[in-house]
């Protein structure tokens, strides 16, 4: 950079010159989600497959707690609580349907929401790849009737629920009362 090489960093930190950082970095920030691929190609296709003529399909479009203006797509009593786009992929993958997971797209409205599929209904014949799924309504409710079913998901959620009562009892753990007996000290003024 410009005008920056009289300056002169921290021994023994990474980073920029001049300023502070993890020994060894170098200034580079590793990857968010190194570990896991961008694009996952499930069910028959290839590695780089062309997508463009595949149905677009996010969690909240089958989540009970959203609400029609939050993405909700099917009625609420149809719909599942907390679907995550891996379940999405593993109905699709029991319904034998051609589907892309990608676990880094966000939903447009709701950028909390990690991950979508993308599922190919019909192929390049016009015949339909699954005979009793139609359309994306047909799939969108067959998935919110599969995904509490799924075995994945039972334990997923049997684990977030000991997790959060972990949580709680640290909480109400760490929230005592001292039960000191003694006379309190007076504050302090000004500095000693």
Known sequence: MPGMDGM??????????????????????????????????????AEGSPTSMFYTFYPNYLDSKRTVQQGRRIPKSMA?????????????????????????????????VAGRIRVRLVREDGSLENPELPNRKALILKMADLIPKLQSRKVRLEKEAEEATIKAAAAAGGVTTPSSGGKKKGKKKGRR
Do not use: N
């Open 8 to 45: 002169v960093g921290m021994p023994g930190m990474g980073g920029m010159p001049g300023m502070g950082g993890m020994p060894g970095m170098g200034g580079m920030v590793p990857p968010m989600d190194a570990m896991r691929p961008k694009v996952i190609y499930a069910y028959g296709l």
């Open 80 to 112: 599942c609580e907390a679907p995550i786009a891996d379940e999405m992929s593993e109905v699709c993958t029991f319904l034998k349907l051609p589907h892309v997971l990608e676990p880094t797209k966000k939903y447009p409205r709701d950028w909390l």
